[in-house]
Every structure is written in structure tokens, then in C-alpha cells.
């Protein structure tokens, strides 16, 4: 069923990342997420949720969201058919969400609140669900971290390749060869089915105590520790970020890490080695981003500082496996 003419929309809210930009539409009282990218990822398709996902009750804990069926004209009230793979301009819609981004909440861990803890149990929780289910899906869910070992090799024609030397050199030499060794053992983990790209962009937060994920493209066949990897280490590079200015911005978020990483459902001596492995690569990942969608040259100041900010997550989130 089509929705009926509405006013315009209204833009609640803008988030940009080096890949994508996420955008809130208020269309009267319905509120939609838009995400849209900078260049349309190679290999995506239209995700299709296990089953026990799409099977999830509204009023639950947690939902999983995949782009909509319909993409709507909010002047005209018409709809058409969406394309299998999101047109960069447009992007893809997710409808009815009508939930703050988690990175609304830093303010609230900054003034000592829990809710951020909260919000990161509730994915962790969520994600061990996702993760019970059978793989499923095309082939782009370990795109992110085949990309991860190629920066690890060093391989030809990738973004910010001149400064991988640098950071080699901040992380160790010996310890980057361990890590990238690592990387190669989780790519060949029992597959499940995972997000792919789990992102703290892709989380949505609706009040009280309910989370919402927003599953893109990339979901499919791969390990489970790749998405708590990419969360824990977005996390911890935060953290690292606001240690200095913001400590208690920083004490906020190393406790939503381990909040995730105790509600994950990733308790393997083997496993949470490899969540930690995720993790430290995951700034360098935003680094050759960073050079791949905005064109930042490989000598620029704040690429050739990602080694340094690797090797602190790293640090942390070994620490974090270990304790928790």
C-alpha cells in the first residue's frame, strides 16, 4: 500500500562520515533514515534479513531494518520500485525509524549518564542473535575486511599505500606482520551471517530502550568477530580521540566497548583475539577511506597519524578482551 500525499520533508538531522552521509526526514509524523554514499560500494545488493530478524516484534528490544521496499516521493505521495543497488545521489531509504543516531548520545555519556552503555549492551545482544543465524546473502559481507588485509600486504593501487611504511613503523614492524597474519586466520572462521560494515552510523537509538540497526549492502556470509571488531574499535578510536579533551567522553566509551563486547556472545579465547585484531586495523581502515572518498594525499598530516591511533586501539582493545 502506497503512503498518500504528505507535506514535503523536513531535515531533522545530517551526519557525515568519509563514506557516506546519513541524512533524518521528519514526512509529517513519520521519520525516515537516508543513507547515501559517496561512491556506491562494489559487490552491494539488497539485503534480505534472516527470517528471526524480520520476524522481530515492533515493540521489542531490537530491531534490524533493511532499506525499504518503496522509495517514496514526499511532494507527489508516489512510489516506485527501488533499485537493487542505492543510487549515490538518492541513497537508500529506511522507513519509519524515527530514532536519534547513537553518536547523539556522546553528550550523555559525557555527563556521566548510562545510556550509551545501554545502547551498546542492547547491540551486543543484538548482534548474538544475528549472528545464530545461518549465512545467507551475496558475497560483499567481508569486502571491508579483505580491504583490511590489503592494507596489511601493502597491496598495489590502494589509497594512503605510501604511508602504510609509516604506519608499520608506529605499530612495529614485528607486530604488524602478527596482526596481518591474524586478520588472515578470520577470514577463513566459521561463517555466520553478519552486517559486514557494522557501523555506529548504522545504530539508532528510540527512547526509552530501544535499538535500531540498519542493515546495508555489505550483510551476507562472513565472521562474527568482524562486526564486533568494527564497533569496538570505532569505539575505542573515539575514546583515544577524547581522552586528552574530554576524559570523561573517553571513560564513557571504553564502557560502552566493553558493554558490546560482554553482550556479543564472543567469549573464545580465539574469537575475542580475533575481535581485538578487527579493532586495531579498523583506524586504519578510516585512514585509506579517508584518501579513497575525499582525496587527502598520503603525506597529509592526519593520514600518516593513523599508525600512532592504530597502534593505542590496539593496545586498548587488548586490554579490553583480556579483562572482560
Not at 24 to 42: A, K, Y
Not at 120 to 127: I, S
Not at 209 to 223: I, K, S
Not at 249 to 260: K, N, P
Request: glycine share 10%.
Amino acid at each position: 500500500m502506497h503512503d498518500v500525499a504528505q507535506p514535503p520533508a523536513e531535515q531533522a538531522f545530517e551526519q557525515g562520515t568519509r563514506r557516506r552521509a546519513v541524512r533524518v526526514e521528519q514526512h509529517g509524523r513519520r521519520f525516515d533514515v537516508v543513507h547515501r554514499w559517496h561512491e556506491t560500494p562494489e559487490g552491494f545488493a539488497r539485503p534480505e534479513l534472516p527470517a528471526a530478524l524480520s520476524a522481530l516484534p515492533e515493540d521489542g528490544p531490537f530491531l534490524f531494518r533493511a532499506p525499504a521496499d518503496d522509495r517514496t516521493d514526499a511532494d507527489a505521495g508516489s512510489s516506485t520500485k527501488a533499485n537493487a543497488t542505492p543510487d549515490p545521489e538518492a541513497g537508500w531509504r529506511y522507513r519509519d525509524v524515527g530514532a536519534l543516531g547513537v553518536f547523539n548520545l556522546l553528550r550523555a555519556a559525557e555527563q556521566g549518564s548510562d545510556v550509551l552503555e545501554r545502547a551498546l549492551a542492547a547491540t551486543g545482544r543484538a548482534l548474538r542473535l544475528a549472528h545464530a543465524q545461518p549465512a545467507q546473502g551475496g558475497p560483499a559481507a567481508h569486502a571491508r575486511l579483505d580491504r583490511m588485509r590489503a592494507v596489511a600486504a601493502g597491496a598495489p593501487g590502494l589509497p594512503a599505500r605510501e604511508a602504510r611504511a609509516g604506519w608499520r613503523a608506529d605499530v612495529g614492524a614485528a607486530r604488524w606482520d602478527a596482526l596481518g597474519a591474524r586478520l588472515d586466520e578470520v577470514a577463513v572462521a566459521r561463517p555466520t551471517w553478519i552486517l559486514g560494515d557494522a557501523a555506529i552510523a548504522g545504530l539508532r537509538w528510540r527512547p526509552p530502550a530501544q535499538l535500531v540497526v540498519l542493515v546495508d549492502g555489505h550483510a551476507g556470509p562472513g565472521v562474527a568477530a568482524v562486526d564486533v571488531g568494527f564497533l569496538l574499535g570505532e569505539l575505542l578510536e573515539l575514546a583515544v580521540g577524547a581522552r586528552e579533551d574530554a576524559p570523561a567522553t573517553a571513560a564513557g566509551l571504553r564502557r560502552a566497548a566493553a558493554a558490546l563486547l560482554d553482550a556479543s556472545g564472543c567469549t573464545g579465547v580465539d574469537e575475542r583475539r580475533h575481535v581485538a585484531t578487527v579493532a586495531a586495523w579498523r583506524p586504519l581502515l578510516h585512514a585509506v577511506d579517508f584518501c579513497a572518498y575525499v582525496g587527502a594525499p598520503d603525506e597529509h598530516d592526519a593520514v600518516a597519524g593513523y599508525g600512532r591511533l592504530a597502534a593505542e586501539v590496539g593496545a586498548e582493545a587488548e586490554a579490553l578482551v583480556d579483562a572482560t
